[in-house]
């Protein structure tokens, strides 16, 4: 069983700035893509941001200069270092992680998300 738990979110005023973390516990032998995703009201999920474990990322248009990922693979965790926000930035933050279990499978796994509130 592995479990992904989340922290980080808030309210903050535009301009700021906000740090999400992400880590995961269990039955892991190693991880390989780790996403960020949000998703706002009446709207779909997108992929903000993924990182591969040789530390190669992607980022949306919309966040690229202000959003940076990063991941600790020792300590199974990965981070979103949230820049210049803006109200446009609000949603509910998901992280995603490919993960080899001890059993040599393969499962995808989402954490439970994080409001992330953008306003004055």
């Known amino acids: 069983q592995v479990q992904l738990v989340e922290s980080g979110g808030g309210l903050v005023e535009p301009g700021g700035s906000l740090r999400l973390s992400c880590a995961a516990s269990g039955s892991i032998s190693s991880i390989g893509d780790m996403n960020w995703y949000r998703q706002a009201p009446g709207q779909q999920r997108e992929l903000v941001a993924g990182?591969?474990?040789?530390?190669?990322?992607t980022y949306v248009r919309s966040v690229k200069g202000r959003f940076t990922i990063s991941r600790d693979n020792a300590k199974n965790t990965v981070y979103l270092q949230m820049d210049g926000l803006k109200p446009e930035d609000t949603a509910v933050y998901y992280c995603?992680?490919?993960?080899?279990?001890?059993?040599?499978?393969?499962?995808?796994?989402w954490g439970q998300g994080t409001q992330v509130t953008v306003s004055s």
């Open positions: 990182i591969t474990r040789s530390d190669v990322t």
């Open positions: 995603w992680m490919d993960v080899t279990t001890m059993l040599s499978i393969s499962y995808q796994y």
